[in-house]
């Protein structure tokens, strides 16, 4: 029974498995749009309605989440079963210009439009107000200009509007506020101001200006009106007129009134807390010119401007000279006078650095001149009070050059070749300026004109210069020209090509001289020599001062100590010294002082001779009595004829040509008992029986 049962439950299982539909959907994209279009006129309606194209594989219902952004921030969000939805803006503004773009959500599934630009055209206008409605010239008016539905980043405009001229524009940014402000200074003159503004924001097709704002009015007071400047008698005149000039102005309050009179740059006069002020003065041609009066209280200032013309009295003097160069002691006529021969108080001077120093009240000066009087002159001519100056006149007034002198610069009439050489002219006296000339033989080299002397550089100096130096002075005294003495200069040569040789050369015997010579291929008279020898210091031997190009030192009895490298060096008055190659010199000995010596390592060697030979002989003559006494009278015959033999036995022995051994264990030397015939004869060998030897002993023998 259960078993059926749980067929039953499985195969209607099955059938409810295959009678089941799942949901599928897909999107197929997501649009969104505008109306009435993307371009809408600030203040009108808008609406931005998005669009969900959706697949679905039966017809069942799906909930949307539909999220909308400006320029990437939420501006709206709604729920919906349907495929669209609305995001509604009743009245739109400038604000509301920017990117548009819709989210749509069902599911785990997110699709994302394209965003839109939608540019809400036109600003809202612009309210501009004022601190105060009336200010005072020099005060400050203080504006402010709202944008109040309009969104940052703005640029605001303030314009100044003044009757009959251009309205004047001041800009600010504004990054942060929909509003600005700015402050104007109120000018002298401005009566009635204007003042209104406008804004700016930056959209896509560029910028987008507002409408202007209302038009605020500012009454300006004057504290002071402009100054009044008037002339007394007139401002046309003629030199010698007393002018009064009077400046003024009205005030409501004089406290801080400040009048100033000056002209061009120069205040001539000034006054506070008062209404007016005056200056006269004596009319001269200088004083014709534009005259200001200024009048100042804080920071308003107000001028008013006058001309004055001033016609000449009277022409300037003119001063002549009957000569404006002269001797000394020659006589100078000054004549002062007016073009049109008018009647004036004339009177001569003289300018000085501390002032100017009157030398007669004439029309007229003569005088005898000297040195002293050079200087410049004028004249001054007085007609009703007005005083005139002429132009200065320069007088020079000479005295005569004294004959000049020429020297060296460096004090000595020589020069080395090839250096340059500078020569000074000076004149004790005469009035300056002195034209001094050069001359090199009877050619002019250089002129030069200076107070009291003149300096000229020869560089080009040769071995055959002749003729020597002169110079001439002059000034414009009439006693004309002046000439040196004649300078000769010595042209030194410097020293070159200095070589050192001897005699005899390379070897020299012990006990003789020798000569050493030093010569120059060129140079200049007297030269000095030096002669040296090289050693851990330059050791200097000799030295000589000679007017010629080579000198001989003469070196007495040469000793072994005096081999060495020798060199010379030469010098003059070119200060230059010049140093030759080395030489070697060794010093041998002499012939007969080598026969000595040969004699005596002769004789030397003969005496070690005999000696040798005569220690010989003694030792042999020592060694033949002991000899004799070991051998026996018995063995005498057998030594030349017969062998001496031994059988051998368990003893140890000695075998040996010439040696034996006496009874003290001594070895001998048999060849002391021959004669002289035995080194000839055959030698016969002798087996001697010998006790055992010492080891140390036997050691001894064969050291021997």
Not at 65 to 91: C, Q
Not at 109 to 128: E, F, N, Q
Not at 281 to 298: F, H, I, N, R
Not at 420 to 436: D, N
């Amino acid at each position: 029974m259960y078993l059926a049962l749980l067929v039953i439950f499985l195969q209607c299982s099955e059938l409810y498995a295959q009678g089941k539909v799942y949901q599928v959907f897909t999107f197929n994209g997501v649009k969104i749009k505008v109306e009435p279009s993307d371009k809408v006129k600030n203040g009108a309606p808008m609406s931005i309605i998005c669009h969900a194209d959706i697949s679905k594989n039966t017809d069942f219902q799906l909930k949307h989440n539909f999220t909308f952004f400006k320029d990437g921030k939420l501006v709206f969000m709604t729920i919906s079963d349907k495929e669209d939805a609305r995001y509604e803006i009743p009245v739109a503004k400038s604000a509301d210009t920017g990117d548009y773009e819709c989210r749509v959500k069902a599911g785990d599934k997110l699709v994302i439009s394209k965003p839109i630009y939608v540019w809400v055209a036109g600003m809202t206008k612009p309210i501009l107000t004022a601190d105060k409605k009336e200010v005072s010239e020099g005060e400050i008016v203080k504006l402010r200009c709202e944008l109040p539905e309009e969104v940052p980043p703005l640029e605001f405009y303030f314009r100044k509007i003044k009757t009959n001229s251009e309205p004047i524009a001041k800009r600010v940014a504004e990054q942060n506020q929909n509003f600005s402000e700015m402050e104007y200074y109120v000018e002298a003159g401005d009566n009635i101001l204007q003042f209104d503004c406008f804004g700016k924001r930056q959209v896509k097709s560029g910028w987008e200006s507002s409408q202007h704002s209302n038009k605020t009015l500012v009454t300006v007071k004057e504290p002071f009106r402009n100054p009044t400047l008037i002339t007394t008698p007139s401002n046309n005149l003629t030199e010698g007129d007393i002018i009064e000039f009077q400046c003024s102005t009205v005030a409501a309050e004089m406290r801080g009134i400040e009048i100033i009179f000056q002209k061009n740059r120069t205040i001539l006069n000034s006054v506070r807390d008062k209404k007016s002020l005056k200056y006269s003065t004596l009319a001269t041609q200088e004083d014709s010119g534009e005259y200001l009066c200024k009048v100042e209280q804080g920071a308003v200032s107000k001028t008013t401007k006058l001309n004055v013309f001033v016609s000449e009295l009277f022409p300037k003097p003119t001063l002549s000279a009957s000569m404006t160069q002269l001797d000394e002691n020659k006589d100078l006529i000054l004549n002062c006078s007016i073009n049109g021969s008018r009647r004036a108080n004339f009177s001569i001077l003289r300018k000085s650095s501390s002032g100017d120093i009157l030398l007669k009240k004439s029309r007229i000066l003569a005088i005898k001149v000297n040195v002293n009087d050079t200087g410049s002159y004028t004249c001054k001519a007085e007609v009703k009070g007005i005083v005139k100056e002429s132009k200065p006149v320069r007088i020079s007034v000479y005295a005569p050059v004294s004959k000049p002198t020429l020297s060296v610069v460096s004090g000595s009439p020589e020069v080395v070749l090839g250096n340059p050489l500078q020569l000074i002219c000076h004149s004790v006296m005469g009035t300056p300026p002195i034209t001094f000339t050069f001359y090199k033989g009877d050619e002019i080299k250089k002129n030069v004109t200076n107070d009291t002397y003149a300096t000229f550089l020869d560089e080009d100096i040769g071995l055959n210069d002749n003729g020597g130096y002169k110079c001439d002075a002059r000034n414009n005294h009439s006693s004309g020209v002046k000439t040196s003495n004649i300078l000769n200069v010595t042209v030194i040569v410097p020293i070159r090509g200095a070589s050192l040789g001897s005699v005899p050369y390379g070897e020299v015997e012990v006990g003789s001289d020798t000569a050493f010579l030093c010569s120059v291929k060129e140079g200049s008279w007297p030269i000095h020599f030096k002669f040296f020898k090289k050693t851990d210091h330059e050791e200097l031997l000799h030295e000589a001062r000679e007017y010629s190009d080579r000198t001989i030192w003469h070196k007495k009895t040469m000793k072994r100590r005096d081999t060495g490298t020798y060199y010379c060096m030469a010098s003059n008055r070119a200060s230059v010294d010049v140093r030759s190659h080395p030489i070697t010199i060794s010093v041998i000995l002499a012939a007969w002082q080598k026969g000595v010596i040969a004699a005596f390592v002769l004789t030397a060697m003969a005496g070690a001779g005999a000696v040798a030979l005569w220690w010989f002989l003694c030792k042999k003559k020592k060694a033949k009595g002991p000899s004799m006494e070991m051998s026996g009278s018995a063995l005498a015959p057998s030594l030349a004829s017969e062998k001496l033999t031994r059988p051998p036995s368990d003893g140890n022995y000695y075998s040996g040509s010439g040696y034996i051994e006496d009874n003290e264990n001594h070895m001998k030397s048999t060849d002391e008992s021959k004669g002289p015939d035995l080194e000839s004869a055959e030698v016969d060998y002798t087996e001697v029986e010998v006790s055992t030897l010492d080891p140390h002993r036997a050691e001894n023998i064969w050291a021997s």
